[in-house]
């Protein structure tokens, strides 16, 4: 038979199949998640709904699960094995907590495999999650600055979604003084009063109120929580000071000090410091407003010895509140 003559670009062609077959037959690890997605469905918010998964390596080598990835911390993830061999297949169980979610989601998982097709292995668990109830305005608030001696009321409606409930006797998870009530409202919902009692000084706080639910059974209590600030503030200006060494050894600091709150004005005889040995702080001219000063902070050679080891802190005190602020003094760099 006569020969058949191939054009280069006929063998080129060839040859890049060829390598694309031997490729797909390479040996290697393949994953496979069956089924993909599962759906709960409709279901009470406070039910715990599982998922099972199959992980099937129908490659010719070890299958290796690397990590698994969550994108909700309302999931629980376990693998039953991490290594699945050839022709074979592990369990993964995704489990939804209870009351973790409201309304329809949809959650994915990755699993990180060393699959080199499918480096990241998808699986999503959705639903749509029942709430016994919703609460007005928003559980977490947070109420800004109260002056000192100002009593503050917040009101909440928590009304039924499907079905009625009934509340217990609020509860509070704080030192600070508060009261609470319930009263029924209109359409099966309760109307939550909450009164925070004049703080007596300056300061943070947060308040937790927890409201047992006594029927239905089985849902967790109704949580509201409450943030804020009382009274004055002190601010600095940076919070973190770095102190640059000067020739001789000693270093040099400059920061800002502003009082926030109900305060008029800040004085430099309504401030009382605390500072480590070696350090000295004076106040610079030039205020920037009546409710802000300039400071300079100085350290001996000794205190920048010290500083060199450790952080520092000053500690400022407003006098006529008791508001305190420390601020951190580090070593710069440059």
Not at 25 to 42: C, L, Q, V, Y
Not at 107 to 116: G, V
Not at 164 to 186: I, N, R, W, Y
């Amino acid at each position: 038979m006569p020969g058949i003559a191939l054009s280069r670009e006929a063998i080129v062609a060839c040859v890049a199949l060829i390598a694309m077959a031997f490729a797909a037959n390479a040996d290697g690890p393949k994953a496979i998640a069956t089924p993909e997605k599962a759906d709960f469905g409709s279901y009470q918010a406070n039910e715990l709904k599982q998922a099972d998964f199959k992980i099937e390596n129908h490659g010719d080598s070890e299958l290796k699960i690397l990590k698994v990835n969550k994108t909700c911390g309302c999931a629980e993830v376990s693998v039953q094995n991490m290594s699945v061999a050839p022709g074979a297949s592990t369990e993964v169980k995704v489990e939804i907590l209870p009351e973790s979610l409201s309304g329809s989601f949809a959650k994915n998982i990755f699993l990180e495999t060393n699959d080199p097709s499918n480096k990241l292995l998808q699986i999503q668990v959705a639903g749509n999650a029942a709430p016994l109830y919703e609460i007005r305005p928003q559980p977490l608030q947070n109420i800004g600055r109260l002056k000192l001696g100002e009593r503050k009321i917040l009101a909440f409606r928590i009304s039924p979604v499907a079905s009625k409930f009934e509340l217990g006797v609020p509860e509070f998870d704080s030192a600070f003084s508060a009261t609470a009530k319930t009263q029924p409202g209109p359409g099966g919902s309760s109307d939550l009063e909450i009164a925070i009692e004049p703080p007596s000084k300056s300061g943070d706080f947060r308040l937790k109120v927890r409201i047992p639910i006594v029927q239905p059974k089985g849902w967790k209590p109704v949580e509201v929580l409450i943030a804020g600030k009382a009274g004055i503030e002190l601010a600095a200006i940076p919070s973190r000071l770095k102190v640059a060494q000067q020739a001789g050894g000693a270093g040099t600091a400059d920061f800002s000090l502003r009082i926030l709150g109900e305060a008029d004005a800040l004085a430099e005889n309504s401030l009382a410091f605390e500072l480590p040995d070696g350090v000295a702080c004076q106040a610079l001219p030039g205020k920037p407003s009546s409710r802000e000063m300039l400071f300079e902070l100085k350290l001996d050679g000794r205190a920048m010895r010290k500083l060199q080891e450790a952080e520092m802190k000053v500690s400022v005190a407003h006098k006529p509140s008791g508001a305190t602020i420390a601020i951190a003094l580090c070593r710069s760099s440059q």
